[in-house]
Every structure is written in structure tokens, then in C-alpha cells.
């Protein structure tokens, strides 16, 4: 499935408790992510890439599009199913 793509007005960002850290979610409709990682906007070919690459791997996965920046989401839905060595392995390819 191709990763979903929407400009970052249109989420809901929020915080949350995961393993003894806070970290940065967000949710469209009834999905809620977990932020991936963050991309300037020339670095935008590398979020559309790892986004391809998490994809591939079985994660659903959101782009979020501003100005100056792009936002790899990847769903939380996922996460405890999704097994860590392939999510790591595309981060880090």
C-alpha cells in the first residue's frame, strides 16, 4: 500500500507515554501515528523513500507535507504487530 500523504494542517498532533518516553503522535480520522522521523523539505525524495521502504515492510505509513519540512508517520495500529527488524532496517537503508 502506498504511504498516505496529507499537508500538516489537516492532523491532529498529540503526546504520548510509550516505553519511558514521551513521544510525538498525530491522527487522521481514525487512524493514530507515531512519528517516524522529520525531513527538510530538500530532503523531501529521502521521507518519500524510507515512507516506500516502511511500506514494503508491511507498516501504514503517512506523510505529512509543510512548507519547510516533511513528517514520516507510521501507524500505531502497526507498531505491536509490525516486527522491529524490518521497520529498522528500512529507517536505516
Same mark, same amino acid.
Given at each position: 500500500?502506498?504511504?498516505?500523504?496529507?499537508?500538516?494542517?489537516?492532523?491532529?498532533?498529540?503526546?504520548?507515554?510509550?516505553?519511558?518516553?514521551?513521544?510525538?503522535?498525530? *491522527?487522521?480520522?481514525?487512524?493514530?501515528? /507515531?512519528?517516524?522521523? !522529520?525531513?527538510?523539505?530538500?530532503?523531501?525524495? =529521502? +521521507?518519500?523513500?524510507?515512507?516506500?521502504?516502511?511500506?514494503?515492510?508491511?507498516?501504514?505509513?503517512?506523510?505529512?507535507?509543510?512548507?519547510?519540512? *516533511?513528517?514520516?508517520?507510521?501507524?500505531? /495500529?502497526?507498531?505491536? !504487530?509490525?516486527?522491529?527488524?524490518?521497520?529498522? =532496517? +528500512?529507517?536505516?537503508?
Amino acid at each position: 500500500m502506498l504511504p498516505l500523504v496529507l499537508s500538516h494542517e489537516l492532523v491532529h498532533p498529540f503526546k504520548f507515554w510509550h516505553h519511558n518516553e514521551i513521544c510525538e503522535g498525530m *491522527y487522521s480520522g481514525a487512524e493514530l501515528y /507515531r512519528l517516524c522521523t !522529520t525531513h527538510l523539505a530538500e530532503d523531501r525524495q =529521502k +521521507a518519500f523513500c524510507l515512507a516506500l521502504s516502511l511500506s514494503e515492510h508491511g507498516a501504514q505509513v503517512c506523510i505529512t507535507a509543510m512548507r519547510n519540512e *516533511y513528517k514520516v508517520w507510521v501507524s500505531l /495500529r502497526a507498531l505491536p !504487530t509490525a516486527a522491529l527488524t524490518p521497520l529498522e =532496517k +528500512a529507517i536505516t537503508a
